[in-house]
């Protein structure tokens, strides 16, 4: 069992960053793939970022490319997610997520229903 909890989260100006944390626990995570997600009010959960087991490959939903950056550090049993130049429609419950059989198909895991841990998640608004 791995539980996840997410931290950095919070209220931010447009234009602003913030750095979000996953810890996880109960299981070291190396050889996990992992993922961010975030879910507005009134839309479906939405992939944002993932990277695979080796920390070798990583990608981006199109509408943060260039903005946010997926990074893990296993030895902190950790995936972090930096987020620069905040915009209000980024403003959203943003969940870590977790996959143990990160070595089995696709590096990185874009659905939902490919992870098999959650955190609660942590709010992030951003204000126009």
């Known amino acids: 069992q791995v539980q996840l909890v997410e931290s950095g989260g919070g209220l931010v100006q447009d234009g602003g960053s913030l750095r979000l944390s996953c810890a996880a626990s109960?299981?070291?995570?190396?050889?996990?793939?992992m993922g961010w997600f975030r879910q507005a009010p009134g839309k479906e959960r939405e992939f944002v970022a993932g990277?695979?087991?080796?920390?070798?490959?990583?990608d981006y939903a199109d509408s943060v490319k260039g903005r946010f950056s997926i990074s893990r550090d296993d030895a902190k049993n950790a995936v972090y997610l930096q987020m620069y130049s905040l915009k209000p429609e980024d403003t959203a419950v943003y969940y870590c997520?977790?996959?143990?059989?990160?070595?089995?198909?696709?590096?990185?895991?874009?659905?939902?229903?490919?992870?098999?841990?959650w955190g609660q998640g942590t709010q992030v608004t951003v204000s126009s």
């Open positions: 997520a977790a996959e143990p059989l990160g070595y089995l198909g696709h590096a990185i895991k874009y659905s939902g229903d490919d992870y098999e841990y």
């Open positions: 990277i695979s087991y080796s920390g070798g490959s990583t």
């Open positions: 109960g299981r070291p995570i190396s050889g996990f793939a």
